[in-house]
């Protein structure tokens, strides 16, 4: 016969922290040729210094910090091509980190990537991808981002890749950045959700309407809720057979709350919205990777937006406040 003393043992038992038994890869991506301002290489020694594997550690996760990739930078040669700057530099870094987010990922490891501005996506994004794929199956995405990423060679205003990602992982774009790793396109757009839109050009929503990818832009959050969108999102990003990548821009942050970024857009999340949507999908499940982007140490003030990347992570690992 149980007892009271019975029924308050079992209420009181040790509390399972949410990563027990699972183990995430660390991996910093220093690529700032994305883009035009100094400060986003210095992204990840910034959100290593906030204390991210030690804080990943208390969630119960073993952590593998992988360390950074080598990244270097040729000399510009005769012929730059102002629509697709650096792509050299770029996509050879891209290739690499393909090939060491895949490896993470068959070491049955959680990838998690810190940049480096959001090219980088193009590589790590692949790589995770095509690990899966190895399994025959099919990730979706959830792209939180102020900015589309679907510009191409032929749209670009300012030949600034960082600009151009979410395009090359759906097949359009320039052949070198389209086919890293081998396979194109990496995700199918029914797959793919993107959250906290603001600032667009016209040949990404010319691109957009054309592929009818669900773009959550901040007129509708603001009208429905950021959580009635991120429920949404997460539900497109789950029809692919093995679940979802998140890959999370600090610009789609209010600036407010997030001035370490070289690409502001007044109007973004809120601090408490961002950790909701991260909260949400941690509840949810399936998120096979995670990468946080665009963290520029020489905009920031006191690491705040380091911080605040490096608390966007355990969010979506399952830190909650009770």
Request: glycine letters at 12%; a negative charge; charged letters at 20%.
């Amino acid at each position: 016969m149980a007892t009271a003393k019975d029924s308050i043992e079992t209420v009181n038992d040790p509390y399972e922290l949410p990563g027990t038994g699972k183990t995430v890869g660390i991996l910093g991506v220093p690529l700032s040729y994305g883009q035009s301002m100094a400060g986003v290489h210095l992204g990840p020694a910034a959100i290593r210094v906030a204390g991210l594997a030690q804080q990943i550690a208390k969630l119960g996760y073993e952590v593998n910090d992988r360390g950074d990739l080598p990244v270097g930078r040729s000399p510009t040669l005769p012929g730059f091509d102002e629509k697709l700057k650096y792509l050299t530099d770029i996509y050879d870094a891209c290739e690499r980190l393909c090939a060491q987010t895949e490896s993470i990922v068959e070491a049955g490891e959680l990838p998690i990537t810190i940049g480096g501005d959001h090219s980088i996506a193009i590589g790590s994004l692949a790589g995770v991808v095509k690990a899966f794929r190895k399994r025959d199956q099919r990730l979706g995405l959830i792209y939180l981002d102020a900015h589309a990423d679907m510009n191409t060679p032929d749209t670009t205003p300012s030949g600034n890749i960082h600009g151009m990602p979410l395009a090359a992982l759906l097949g359009y774009g320039a052949p070198e950045l389209v086919n890293v790793g081998g396979f194109s396109p990496k995700f199918d757009p029914r797959c793919c959700a993107h959250v906290g839109g603001r600032d667009l050009d016209p040949g990404e929503r010319e691109l957009i309407r054309k592929l009818g990818m669900r773009f959550f832009t901040m007129r509708e959050i603001d009208e429905r809720g950021l959580a009635v969108c991120v429920d949404e999102a997460i539900r497109i990003a789950q029809q692919g057979s093995g679940d979802y990548a998140v890959t999370f821009d600090v610009d789609v942050l209010d600036p407010g709350d997030a001035p370490g970024s070289g690409t502001l857009v007044r109007g973004g999340l809120t601090y408490r919205e961002a950790h909701l949507a991260m909260e949400k999908i941690a509840e949810a499940g399936g998120m096979q990777s995670l990468e946080v982007v665009e963290i520029n140490t020489a905009l920031d003030v006191n690491n705040r937006t380091a911080i605040l990347g490096m608390e966007i992570i355990l969010s979506a690992l399952g830190k909650t406040i009770l």
